[in-house]
């Protein structure tokens, strides 16, 4: 089975920062692209930023400049650094995994739970 485990969400003041991570585990042969999305009360599910296992990145633009995400390819885990955080940030966010796990030819997503941040003073 694979898991994918967040932490890091919270309560900050505007203009705070917050540290998500998110570590994968589990029976993974191959794990891609991983990444962050996010969904606000009332609203769809949006994508908030992705690291390809090379490195590459792609941000939302109404992220880019304040959250920096990267990925320890050695602990199966991706981080997403927000920063200059802002009331329209609160949201659930949920880690994604693109991966190939034992047992199978084919590469699937993989969500996490969900943590909460709250960007409020």
């Known amino acids: 089975q694979v898991q994918l485990v967040e932490s890091g969400g919270g309560l900050v003041q505007p203009g705070g920062s917050l540290r998500l991570s998110c570590a994968a585990s589990?029976?993974?042969?191959?794990?891609?692209?991983m990444g962050w999305h996010r969904q606000a009360p009332g609203k769809q599910r949006e994508l908030v930023a992705t690291?390809?296992?090379?490195?590459?990145?792609n941000y939302a633009d109404s992220v880019k400049g304040r959250f920096t995400i990267s990925r320890d390819n050695a602990k199966n885990t991706v981080y997403l650094q927000m920063n200059s955080l802002k009331p329209e940030d609160t949201a659930v966010y949920y880690c994604?995994?693109?991966?190939?796990?034992?047992?199978?030819?084919?590469?699937?997503?993989?969500w996490g739970q969900g943590t909460q941040a709250t960007v409020s003073s």
């Open positions: 994604k995994a693109r991966l190939k796990p034992i047992g199978s030819i084919y590469f699937s997503d993989y």
């Open positions: 589990g029976s993974i042969v191959i794990l891609s692209t």
């Open positions: 690291v390809t296992s090379g490195g590459g990145t």
